[in-house]
C-alpha cells in the first residue's frame, strides 16, 4: 500500500541516520570516559576498547529507543510542516491510522530492544566489572610500574623502584612502604628480583635498610641487610554472591526477588515499555502548525524523553527503598503513560476540544431532563 511503504522507507532512512550520530556520540563520550578511568588505575589501559565496546552495547537499548522515537517525530514532523498529512487525512486517513504502519515498522527494534535489556544488558555489565575487578585485585607484583609509586591490591602496602631489567624479573633502587598489624615499615634496597617457590612470588632485595615503627610508639628501629625475602601474592577476585544486581541474569532476579534485584527488574522491564509507550507519543507530539517551526515540538519531544527515563531512575531507587511496589510501579508509570498517550491520540483524531466537550455534556443533561 502506498501509505504504508511511503512511511516505512522515510521511516527507516531517518531511524538509520539518527542512530549512527547517536552511536557515533555515544562511543566517543564512553571513549573520553575509559580513558580517564584508566589514567586512574580503574581499567588496564589495554582492554580500553573492550570496556567501552562493553559500555556502549549496555546503553544500545537507550539509543535505540531514542533513535525510534526521534525517526518518528522527525518524520510525522516534515510531514505536517509539507502539508502531506493535508492530503491523507483528505484521503479518509485520520491519525490513529498511522498506529498500524509505524507498529509494523518498529516491532522488529522493539523486540531488539528488549533483548538487550533483559539479556545483553546483564551481560555486558559482568564482563566490564569482570575486567576492572581482575585489573583492580591483580597481584602487587603486576601493579609495580618503574618510576611511579603503586598501591597493592588490599591498600596497605606502596611500591616504587627506579628502573626494571627488560625480563621485568628485578630491578634497581626499590622503596617499599608497609602498614600491617599496627606496624609501619619502610624497606629501601638498591636491588631487587622475583623468586618464584612452590606455588608462591617472592620478592628478594639485596644491600638495603629498613625502618620500623609499631602504632603509638614513638621507638624507631633501624636495621641493615644483604638480602631479605618478602612475599608478594595476588589477590582473589569476589565472589558471586557479592555481584550487583545490573550483572545478574533477569532469571536470576526473578528467583531471587529482593528489593535490590526488583528495582533493577524494574528498570530492565520499563527500557522494553517505555519504546512500546514512546511509538504512541511520537504520533502525539510530532503535529505541529506549518506556518510554525517545529523546533518547539522536537524540544518537547526530548523533554519528554528525558522526564520519563528519570521516572525510570527514580521508580527503581523508590522500589529499591521500598517506597513503592514493583507491580504497583510499572502499572502506574507505564500503564497511565500509554493511556495518556492514547487519550491524547483520541483527542486529535477526532479533533476534541474542551468547549466540545462541555457543550456536549450540557446537551446530554438538557436531554435527560
Known amino acids: 500500500m502506498l501509505f504504508h511503504s511511503s512511511l516505512r522507507k522515510e521511516l527507516a532512512r531517518s531511524f538509520g541516520a539518527t542512530l549512527v550520530v547517536l552511536v557515533t556520540i555515544v ?22 576498547m573492550m570496556v567501552m565496546g562493553y559500555t ?69 555489565n559482568q564482563q566490564t566489572q569482570e575486567l576492572k ?7 602487587d607484583l603486576e601493579r609495580v ?8 591490591a588490599s591498600g596497605n602496602r606502596v611500591f616504587f623502584l627506579e628502573k626494571d631489567t627488560p625480563d621485568n624479573k628485578s630491578g634497581k633502587n626499590i622503596f617499599i612502604s608497609t602498614n600491617e598489624r599496627g606496624k609501619e615499615t619502610v624497606t629501601s634496597a638498591r636491588s631487587g628480583r622475583i623468586t618464584t617457590i612452590g606455588d608462591s612470588q617472592f620478592l628478594v632485595l639485596s644491600n638495603g635498610q629498613r625502618l620500623e615503627r609499631s602504632a603509638g610508639n614513638a621507638q624507631l628501629k633501624i636495621s641493615e641487610f644483604e638480602e631479605y625475602t618478602s612475599r608478594v601474592g595476588g589477590s582473589e577476585l569476589g ?40 511509538v504512541v507519543i511520537a504520533i502525539t ?44 510501579f510499572l502499572l502506574a ?20 476540544t474542551l468547549r466540545q466537550l462541555l457543550r456536549r455534556g450540557a446537551a446530554r443533561a438538557e436531554g435527560a431532563a
Request: proline share 4%; charged share 15%.
Open 27 to 48: 562511543m566517543t563520550m564512553t571513549l573520553v570516559r575509559t580513558l580517564g578511568q584508566a589514567t586512574r588505575g580503574s581499567v588496564n589501559p589495554q582492554e580500553v
Open 285 to 328: 507530539v510530532s503535529s505541529v502548525n506549518p506556518r510554525a517551526g517545529r523546533s518547539g515540538n522536537l524540544v518537547f519531544a526530548l523533554f519528554a524523553f528525558v522526564v520519563y527515563y528519570n521516572l525510570l531512575n527514580l521508580g527503581q531507587s523508590w522500589i529499591r527503598g521500598g517506597q513503592a511496589g514493583f507491580g504497583g
Open 333 to 352: 508509570l507505564h500503564g497511565g503513560v500509554l493511556a495518556a498517550g492514547l487519550l491524547w491520540l483520541a483527542k486529535q483524531h477526532n479533533n476534541w
Open 145 to 152: 610500574a618503574p618510576g611511579q609509586f603503586q598501591e597493592s
Open 239 to 278: 565472589t558471586r554472591d557479592d555481584a550487583p544486581a545490573k550483572t545478574r541474569s533477569t532469571f536470576e532476579l526473578v528467583m531471587d526477588p529482593s528489593r535490590a534485584h526488583l528495582a533493577e527488574l524494574a528498570w530492565r522491564l520499563g527500557l522494553a515499555l517505555a519504546a512500546l509507550n514512546f
Open 56 to 124: 556502549v552495547l549496555g546503553y544500545l537499548p537507550t539509543i535505540l529507543t531514542l533513535s525510534l522515537f526521534v525517526a518518528i517525530v522527525g518524520t510525522l514532523s516534515r510531514m505536517y510542516r509539507d502539508s502531506e498529512m493535508v492530503i491523507w487525512f483528505a484521503a479518509g486517513r485520520g491519525l490513529s491510522a498511522f498506529l498500524a504502519p509505524l507498529f509494523r515498522f518498529a516491532w522488529p527494534i522493539l523486540l531488539v530492544i528488549a533483548l538487550l535489556a533483559l539479556v545483553v544488558w546483564p551481560w555486558a
Open 133 to 139: 575487578d581482575r585489573y583492580g585485585k591483580r597481584g
